[in-house]
Each structure stands twice: as C-alpha cells, then as structure tokens.
C-alpha cells in the first residue's frame, strides 16, 4: 500500500471544518425541527421527497436511495412514521415483494408546516454564513464529492 500521504495544513483545515461542522449543524437543525414542529430529522428526510412526488407515493427502495439510507433503516423509519399516521404503506402493484411508502394528509400537513422554519434555520446556519461566490464554489466541490463516495448498498 505504501507510506501513508499525509495531509498538508490547507487540506488538513479543509477536512476538519468538515468534519467539525457536519455533526454540529446536523444537530442544531434537528433541534430546530423538533422543537417547531415535532419532526425528527429522519422524519424530515423522507417527507420531503415523498411530498415532492408524484401523487405523494414512492416505491420504498426508490426512497431509499434517494435519501442514501440502507433497506433495513428505511424499513424501520418507515414503520415509525405509520405509527404516527405521517405515512402509508401499500403493496406494489408490480412487484409483490416491493412496496409502496405513501404519504398522508397529515404528512403532508407536517411537512408544510415544519418547511417554512426549517429553511429559515438552513439560511441562519449555513447560506447566511457564506457569500455567493463560496456558495458558487461549495455546492458544485460537495457533488464531486458525492459523485465519489460508494451508495449505501455499496
């Protein structure tokens, strides 16, 4: 394998600003969305893609990967939200193994609530800190860096 490339101070600073803000930010918006709307952020997560599809519904896998979680946590998640009658689960019609995650009214109520406080703690965390131009630069840096990271099955 070789001797180690260590990191200089420029990407030494780079790496642990990431490192220091992800868990950091991660929680301070979850504390947003619970205290405003009673959401946890694994919630949040899955109701805002299944409010932007079509009809409301996704194939459970589908949501999966959209949110990079793996089978048995959406599983799981899932099953917690239908308890809280934020979600319905349904067969699929194409593929007996697979299902559907539906979401509800008061899902969607949910998710239009809690979106409005949510961007603006998104905006006073994150956007507000930083200026257009890094803004121009971070967002197309952070998809070069997912586009190099495996998928959750992988």
Known sequence: MGEARWLDEREARAWRGIIGVLPRLTAALERQLVQDAGLSAAEYTLLVPLSEASGGVLRARDLGRMVGWERSRISHQVIRMEKRGLV???????????????????????????????????????????????????????????????????
Do not use: N
């Not at 193994?97 to 998710?111: E, F, H, K, P, Y």
């Not at 239009?112 to 257009?132: C, E, K, N, S, W």
């Open 88 to 154: 319905a689960r349904e067969e699929c019609g194409e593929d007996a193994r697979g299902s559907m995650v539906r979401l509800t009214d008061a899902g969607r109520a949910a998710i239009v609530a809690a979106a409005p406080a949510h961007v603006a703690a998104v905006r006073q965390y994150f956007i507000g800190a930083l200026t257009d131009a890094e803004l121009d630069v971070i967002g197309p840096a952070l998809e070069r860096v997912m586009d190099r990271l495996p998928d959750g099955d992988g």
